[in-house]
């Protein structure tokens, strides 16, 4: 399953190769032609089936090959390693979870000091990552230095399955699964010119998209994520955020961007007539790669769809795999539309 395969690959910031081969070997078969920058983003492009005529559209699709994890900062005698974090991740969820470190994915655990042996007062505490190091069973210095080595990147223990009814749970399925839309997409003969930028270093401040941009220079830019799914009990309902099986999520606004509001006229537009099930993002928590597309150059008009994951920047994100189909969906009727009538004003 392309998903999983996606989702499995070793893609934290600054180091998305192994993400970046794969889906070059996916979208390859489908393309006219593709570019990897300086900063590392793959950017594929497809023309129309019906010859290259200079009227229509240049459309930019972006989605972030990177994920959150951990870069290794000291290697102590006793052959523990210390990491900083790579993107935003919760302190909360690191202890005990396990990782794989650096090119030849050496297991590890991240390892703090066991209940029995802290304080009171540190039970009450959230431990912070810099009291937490990974364990990947070194007895040294000298033997932790054979396998791995500072700089050297980790990210959570790939465990990628389905489970309970249409549903998918895995790692990095921020922007993963974006990924995997674009890709589905670029099989299609979509009456546009098609730039498919799959982005380097979003979890670190957007990085790769403005580069990506400032080359394609579209008329109009569509961000793909997977964002925040918060529809659990302990959730207020004004924080939902999105929700599970209700189909793409459009995002009216978040910290980084406002959406161009004819591209999501025009997404709604689509999804009404075709009976295509959407929701709105309903926070402006947070931010993508749209945040950096819409100011590049001299502004481009830029718009947000998502499909919904619980528990992102986590080891473990749940997808419905209906949002992820209606997502594809949306996008190609969406870019059909904008290629054969325009976008609706």
């Not at 069973?137 to 990628?160: C, N």
């Not at 589905?184 to 580069?211: C, N, S």
């Amino acid at each position: 399953m392309l998903i999983q395969r996606l989702s499995e690959a070793f893609g934290v910031s600054g180091n998305e190769e192994e993400v970046r081969n794969l889906i070059l070997e996916e979208a390859k078969p489908y393309i006219n032609h593709y570019w990897i920058d300086a900063l590392g983003n793959l950017i594929v492009y497809k023309g129309p089936k019906e010859g290259k005529e200079a009227n229509l559209p240049k459309i930019m699709l972006a989605a972030h090959m990177d994920e959150i994890g951990f870069m290794i900062s000291h290697i102590e005698n006793n052959g523990l390693l210390r990491f900083e974090k790579v993107g935003g991740i919760d302190d909360r969820i690191l202890p005990s979870k396990e990782v794989i470190v650096g090119k030849e994915k050496i297991p590890g655990v991240i390892g703090l000091k066991a209940i029995h042996l802290q304080k009171p007062h540190e039970r009450q505490q959230v431990m912070s990552s810099d009291q937490l190091l990974i364990d990947i069973g070194a007895r040294s210095k000298e033997q932790a230095e054979k396998l791995v080595k500072i700089g050297d990147y980790a990210t959570f223990t790939p465990r990628f399955s389905d489970f309970g009814k249409d549903l998918l749970k895995g790692k990095a399925f921020d922007d993963r699964v974006g990924c995997a839309v674009l890709l589905e997409l670029l099989k299609e003969d979509l009456p546009v010119h098609l730039y498919a930028a799959f982005t380097v270093q979003e979890e670190i401040g957007l990085r790769g998209a403005g580069v990506a941009a400032y080359r394609i220079n579209p008329d109009y830019a569509f961000t793909v994520e997977g964002t925040t799914c918060a529809d659990i009990p302990v959730s207020e309902e004004h924080n939902k955020v999105t929700r599970l099986g209700r189909g793409p999520a459009i995002s009216f606004m978040d910290r980084t961007s406002i959406a161009d509001r004819d591209l999501v006229r025009t997404m709604i537009q689509q999804a009404e007539e075709h009976n295509i099930p959407y929701q709105w993002r309903e926070t402006t928590f947070g931010g993508n790669d749209a945040g950096r597309i819409h100011t590049t150059r001299e502004g481009i008009k830029t718009a947000s769809i998502a499909v919904p994951a619980r528990y992102i920047h986590s080891p473990q994100s749940v997808i419905n795999v209906n949002d992820f189909n209606n997502t594809v969906k949306l996008l190609s009727y969406t870019l059909t539309r904008i290629g054969k009538g325009g976008i609706v004003k």
